[in-house]
């Protein structure tokens, strides 16, 4: 649009004006300019926009945003949920923007703008219809973008940009403008303290520019947690105070960095909250920059913590007008691509030149016109003494689809642009800061093919994509066989994408979308087709439903079935024989190295992604010209040891995993065992008296646990049952750990027993006062009572009454037992054993007899409902039961106590994720779709890493498969050898031979066919390979296929091994 500027207000001019039949003027509702802040200037009024208006704690729907605070955190969300956001141009990038905005939470969003709905713009924008030709985009697609977010005011307009108008808004975001009108709007944002970030696309190039402000404040720059030290000794001399940490793990601070001491024992200065500087950084040490003054009587004695101060940091931002000028620093994204940038920023310039001289944008592959964008970049560069880098065949390029608007390049750029958003109106996280331009030329098709009858409309909603890509490839998409594997957060990005693009619209296309998991409600901020009515059924239907409204011509399947070896009846031969591309929408490593393997096998390209937080990474898996997704793993994570986790935590998270492991053994994997003893009380007993074992032991004492020690029959039962678990659990346990290991213990080498990261624990009293213990006792009561299906009187919702109830249980005294052995080893597995009472066979006999006691007691058909853990219902007392038991225990051993919320991330393992992220690595993913259909070179492929929050994008070539060379053969992990006529095992090794290779070993599975070091094996020599495949491995061939695989160990000549490539035997 253009606009015209007068009297600080902008008025829309002919090219942005409603061109159809006139639409019914959109009123819109904002707060009005504050007017404690009128007098200050435009970065004081930002900064107080955003942090002084933010909405109370209980305003925030954790149930709905749990996965995105834990990105964020409270104050972020608090400060977006106060924010007001005035989007302008509903443009495929204006609607991905104004999604991921309305899903992060913020409290209003006004869609501006005056031009119709056209039937190109529905290869990108995908909240229009066919049936909306003609109406004004921001109201065709306001109810939809409504539904997103209920606590979101959303809006249109079609109203002046005055200074009035702009004002209450904390950030504008254009999509549209012209650059001499875009100068002007953020110069009035400028002058009324507001946000302005602008983005543009031209088909495969696209930009984006922020401007903050004269001063903005970022609290947050990474948004990772502050890192943290256990101080182990503390050494000070003569100008230097030394800080030396347990080796648990290596230390992350940097030097520079500001840090914090807590717990330190003897040295007053660094106990007086004040941080400290400080430098030399080693693995497991670093000095403080100002050495302690005062290293107090004695010096150090014991203790301490120490944990990295985050420093806000103030940028100053330039202008729109400014930054056209003087740039400064490009965010780079690809470093096969280091002048690109300063190219881009002229040819944008060009490009806005020739629109505003011409009155439109070049032609599609119109030779003509992209010269002049050629020349007007290159007038630019003389200009700036930059005449060296311009490239006119990328130049050429930009001109050649600049009028074509991609729903991926939407896509990504969508979650690159909303992302500043959130930044602009939090804090939380660093800026863009200031340009970002980027392209992926690698995804055209030669410059030859783009003809200017290839890319001419076709009066199509494909039009945009067919002027940049040309009609063939349009044809394609259309023919595609599509697999992608979930339907959750990436999966809904995807399908969306997908049928924009007019992926399987034609008649062969077909995309088939499975996922087992159903919606929740915490899934419906960021999984963004599905709506609160849509909770409880399954995600791929609700997926294939509203991609099916999105583009009614795409070809759809949805299934429910898990991609495993269980579901290859499903997803059989002629199922991944016929696919063109699968894409991976998954949440697991196992899924996805399943998938992979298959992909591989039949060799399918698979385009994999993936999200944790504001980082996200794609991998193209390639036949025959990438490794696959399995060449690489990730470290596995490091688990605490389980003494550790019983005796001796110091860190919440330590508290946490022990409660969550509490929780399932108690009220999940003892009532299940029960169950396995009621309903066959004979056959059960008979296998562990069989046994003998201590693991039989240990099964039965669990199951003499749930239906004789712990039987419950009233409520009444199970409040004495939870505060026995309290006592035993928080005052017993540690009563116990002290008195074997008293404060003054030393271990067999003289040091103290309680050394870091030990800490000395204390046995706390029940009080019925207490809150936190009256929340445990009555959420471990409750649950008690579910697992026994004992009914709740009314008053069991009231914690201050089961917990009064609580404290009159009469609770014998108890004695510490000398001989008590506490496991300390790290490196244990497993519990130190409970002593046995006797022999196992005579303890195995007397809980057994307990058995069949308590069984002849109970009511015909009698079992338990043991209670799977659920952390997203919250009126289910799970979390309160784990957040009871974990909190109590780190107040044992004097450590910070949790909320409900850090809770749940915790013991839930809730993966963050924010919709920013997905619709940047989907958008990613789809780009390298277009080079996947085109059957593109290994140099066109991209694998990117990107965190949304430095930001940071991190984009390379993939990684070629490993070859493997053997007396002039080659081949990789894609390759495999097929052998006809089902060979008796002679012929396959002679066949072997023949490629100078000895084969020494044959399996099928986990059964081993042949070995040549068995003399016994020489018998099957003249067998075919399928008698022994039913004989040895006891396995019918499969059905629906016409070959069996196997694995063939061998050697060269000198007796090295050689990794043979799979094997398939053809029976058939």
């Known amino acids: 649009w253009a606009c015209t500027f007068s009297s600080a207000v902008l008025q829309p001019g002919a090219p942005y004006a409603h061109n159809g039949s006139p639409s019914q003027h959109m009123s819109v509702r904002l707060k009005s300019p504050d007017a404690s802040t009128e007098d200050q200037p435009p970065s004081k009024r930002i900064k107080m926009t955003r942090s002084d208006t933010a909405t109370p704690d209980n305003d925030l729907d954790e149930d709905l945003h749990s996965r995105q605070l834990a990105v964020y955190g409270r104050e972020s969300m608090r400060k977006m949920a106060a924010a007001q956001v005035l989007i302008l141009g509903l443009n495929g990038l204006g609607v991905e923007i104004a999604k991921n905005v309305i899903l992060a939470g913020v409290k209003a969003v006004v869609l501006h703008d005056n031009s119709c709905v056209e039937l190109r713009g529905l290869g990108a924008q995908f909240y229009l219809t066919e049936a909306e030709v003609g109406v004004n985009r921001a109201a065709a697609c306001e109810a939809k973008l409504q539904e997103l977010n209920s606590a979101v005011a959303v809006s249109s307009s079609q109203d002046e940009l005055t200074e009035s108008f702009v004002a209450p808004f904390?950030?504008?975001?254009?999509?549209?403008?012209?650059?001499?009108?875009?100068?002007?709007?953020?110069?009035?944002?400028?002058?009324?303290?507001?946000?302005?970030?602008?983005?543009?696309?031209?088909?495969?190039?696209?930009?984006?520019?922020?401007?903050?402000?004269?001063?903005?404040?970022?609290?947050?720059?990474?948004?990772?947690?502050?890192?943290?030290?256990?101080?182990?000794?503390?050494?000070?001399?003569?100008?230097?105070?030394?800080?030396?940490?347990?080796?648990?793990?290596?230390?992350?601070?940097?030097?520079?960095?500001?840090?914090?001491?807590?717990?330190?024992?003897?040295?007053?200065?660094?106990?007086?909250?004040?941080?400290?500087?400080?430098?030399?950084?080693?693995?497991?040490?670093?000095?403080?920059?100002?050495?302690?003054?005062?290293?107090?009587?004695?010096?150090?004695?014991?203790?301490?913590?120490?944990?990295?101060?985050?420093?806000?940091?103030?940028?100053?931002?330039?202008?729109?007008?400014?930054?056209?000028?003087?740039?400064?620093?490009?965010?780079?994204?690809?470093?096969?691509?280091?002048?690109?940038?300063?190219?881009?920023?002229?040819?944008?310039?060009?490009?806005?030149?020739?629109?505003?001289?011409?009155?439109?944008?070049?032609?599609?592959?119109?030779?003509?016109?992209?010269?002049?964008?050629?020349?007007?970049?290159?007038?630019?560069?003389?200009?700036?003494?930059?005449?060296?880098?311009?490239?006119?065949?990328?130049?050429?390029?930009?001109?050649?689809?600049?009028?074509?608007?991609?729903?991926?390049?939407?896509?990504?750029?969508?979650?690159?642009?909303?992302?500043?958003?959130?930044?602009?109106?939090?804090?939380?996280?660093?800026?863009?800061?200031?340009?970002?331009?980027?392209?992926?030329?690698?995804?055209?098709?030669?410059?030859?093919?783009?003809?200017?009858?290839?890319?001419?409309?076709?009066?199509?909603?494909?039009?945009?994509?067919?002027?940049?890509?040309?009609?063939?490839?349009?044809?394609?998409?259309?023919?595609?066989?599509?697999?992608?594997?979930?339907?959750?957060?990436?999966?809904?990005?995807?399908?969306?994408?997908?049928?924009?693009?007019?992926?399987?619209?034609?008649?062969?296309?077909?995309?088939?979308?499975?996922?087992?998991?159903?919606?929740?409600?915490?899934?419906?901020?960021?999984?963004?087709?599905?709506?609160?009515?849509?909770?409880?059924?399954?995600?791929?239907?609700?997926?294939?439903?509203?991609?099916?409204?999105?583009?009614?011509?795409?070809?759809?399947?949805?299934?429910?079935?898990?991609?495993?070896?269980?579901?290859?009846?499903?997803?059989?031969?002629?199922?991944?024989?016929?696919?063109?591309?699968?894409?991976?929408?998954?949440?697991?490593?196992?899924?996805?190295?399943?998938?992979?393997?298959?992909?591989?096998?039949?060799?399918?390209?698979?385009?994999?992604?993936?999200?944790?937080?504001?980082?996200?990474?794609?991998?193209?898996?390639?036949?025959?010209?990438?490794?696959?997704?399995?060449?690489s793993r990730d470290p596995p994570e490091k688990q605490a040891p389980m003494c550790t986790l019983h005796s001796f935590p110091h860190t919440i998270d330590h508290c946490l995993t022990f409660a969550r492991s509490e929780f399932e053994g108690l009220l999940e994997h003892a009532p299940a065992e029960a169950n396995a003893f009621l309903l066959d009380p004979e056959k059960y007993l008979a296998t562990a008296l069989a046994a003998g074992d201590s693991s039989a032991r240990e099964r039965l004492e669990r199951v003499v646990r749930v239906l004789v020690t712990d039987s419950c029959v009233s409520f009444q039962d199970c409040i004495k049952w939870a505060r026995k678990l309290f006592e035993a659990q928080f005052h017993d346990r540690i009563a116990q750990l002290v008195f074997t290991f008293p404060e003054d213990a030393a271990t067999s080498t003289g040091t103290p027993f309680w050394s870091p990261p030990k800490r000395f624990p204390h046995a706390l009293t029940f009080s019925a006062d207490d809150a936190s213990q009256a929340s445990f006792i009555q959420a471990a009561a409750i649950l008690k009572a579910q697992a026994h299906c004992i009914e709740l009187p009314d008053w069991a919702t009231a914690a201050p009454k089961v917990a009064a109830a609580a404290a009159a249980v009469d609770v014998p005294e108890f004695q510490p037992q000398a001989g008590v052995r506490i496991e300390t080893d790290p490196k244990a597995a497993a519990a130190a054993p409970a002593p046995s009472a006797g022999d196992d066979e005579a303890v195995l006999a007397r809980l057994a007899y307990q058995l069949k006691e308590a069984q002849a007691k109970l009511p015909a058909g009698y079992k338990l409902e043991p209670i799977a853990f659920e952390k997203d219902d919250d009126t289910n007392f799970h979390m309160d039961f784990i957040l009871g038991l974990a909190n109590m225990r780190a107040r044992n051993y004097s450590l910070p106590e949790v909320d409900k919320l850090k809770a749940k991330l915790i013991a839930g393992k809730i993966i963050p994720a924010i919709a920013t992220a997905t619709s940047l690595a989907t958008g990613l993913v789809c780009l390298e779709l277009y080079k996947t259909v085109q059957k593109k070179p290994i140099e066109a492929f991209r694998n990117t890493f990107a965190n949304l929050a430095l930001p940071l994008f991190s984009m390379a070539e993939p990684v070629p498969p490993k070859t493997i060379e053997h007396q002039g053969l080659k081949w990789t992990l894609w390759d495999r050898w097929i052998l006809d006529n089902d060979p008796t095992v002679q012929e396959l090794l002679n066949w072997f031979q023949d490629k100078q290779l000895e084969a020494y070993s044959i399996s099928f599975g986990q059964s081993l066919l042949y070995n040549n070091i068995f003399p016994k094996h020489r018998e099957r020599l003249g067998k075919k390979l399928s008698e022994l495949v039913k004989t040895v491995a006891k396995t019918d061939l499969p059905s629906g296929r016409s070959h069996f695989d196997i694995v063939v160990a061998c050697e060269d000549e000198d007796g090295e091994d050689v990794d043979a490539p799979l094997v398939s035997i053809k029976y058939a």
């Not at 630019?380 to 050429?396: M, N």
């Not at 995600?539 to 759809?556: P, Q, R």
């Not at 299934?559 to 495993?564: H, I, K």
């Open 170 to 631: 904390d950030v504008v975001v254009d999509t549209t403008s012209l650059l001499a009108e875009a100068v002007k709007l953020d110069e009035l944002c400028r002058k009324v303290g507001t946000a302005y970030v602008r983005g543009e696309l031209r088909g495969v190039f696209g930009s984006v520019f922020c401007d903050f402000g004269e001063s903005f404040t970022v609290l947050d720059q990474d948004g990772e947690e502050p890192v943290t030290g256990i101080v182990a000794g503390i050494t000070h001399s003569a100008g230097s105070t030394t800080i030396s940490c347990v080796e648990d793990e290596r230390l992350e601070f940097q030097d520079g960095q500001l840090v914090s001491f807590t717990e330190v024992e003897g040295i007053a200065e660094l106990s007086n909250g004040k941080p400290h500087r400080i430098k030399n950084v080693k693995a497991h040490s670093f000095e403080l920059l100002e050495p302690l003054q005062d290293a107090g009587e004695g010096g150090y004695k014991r203790g301490g913590l120490v944990t990295q101060v985050k420093e806000p940091k103030q940028l100053q931002f330039r202008t729109l007008a400014q930054a056209l000028e003087k740039p400064g620093e490009f965010l780079l994204s690809d470093f096969a691509k280091l002048e690109r940038s300063s190219l881009l920023h002229l040819g944008f310039q060009a490009l806005d030149a020739f629109q505003v001289e011409h009155g439109r944008l070049p032609a599609p592959a119109d030779s003509g016109d992209a010269a002049a964008v050629v020349a007007g970049t290159a007038a630019l560069a003389k200009k700036a003494g930059l005449e060296d880098q311009v490239d006119e065949a990328v130049l050429k390029l930009l001109a050649f689809g600049a009028r074509g608007e991609l729903n991926p390049m939407a896509a990504m750029f969508g979650g690159i642009i909303g992302q500043e958003v959130v930044k602009a109106v939090s804090g939380k996280f660093h800026p863009l800061f200031q340009w970002f331009y980027f392209d992926s030329v690698e995804s055209l098709p030669d410059a030859a093919e783009l003809t200017p009858d290839a890319c001419a409309p076709r009066g199509s909603r494909y039009d945009g994509q067919i002027g940049v890509f040309g009609a063939p490839l349009q044809e394609q998409l259309a023919d595609l066989n599509v697999f992608l594997v979930g339907a959750g957060a990436l999966g809904c990005e995807l399908i969306k994408n997908l049928a924009c693009m007019g992926v399987a619209t034609g008649d062969k296309g077909l995309v088939t979308i499975t996922d087992d998991d159903v919606i929740e409600k915490s899934n419906l901020s960021r999984q963004f087709l599905f709506r609160d009515w849509d909770i409880g059924n399954a995600k791929s239907t609700a997926a294939s439903a509203a991609a099916e409204k999105i583009n009614s011509a795409l070809k759809i399947r949805a299934l429910q079935n898990r991609v495993s070896p269980d579901s290859e009846d499903v997803f059989n031969d002629e199922f991944w024989g016929g696919l063109d591309v699968v894409v991976n929408a998954l949440d697991n490593v196992n899924a996805r190295l399943y998938v992979d393997s298959r992909c591989v096998y039949f060799q399918r390209p698979l385009l994999e992604s993936g999200t944790l937080g504001a980082k996200c990474n794609t991998q193209m898996v390639i036949p025959n010209i990438t490794e696959n997704y399995g060449a």
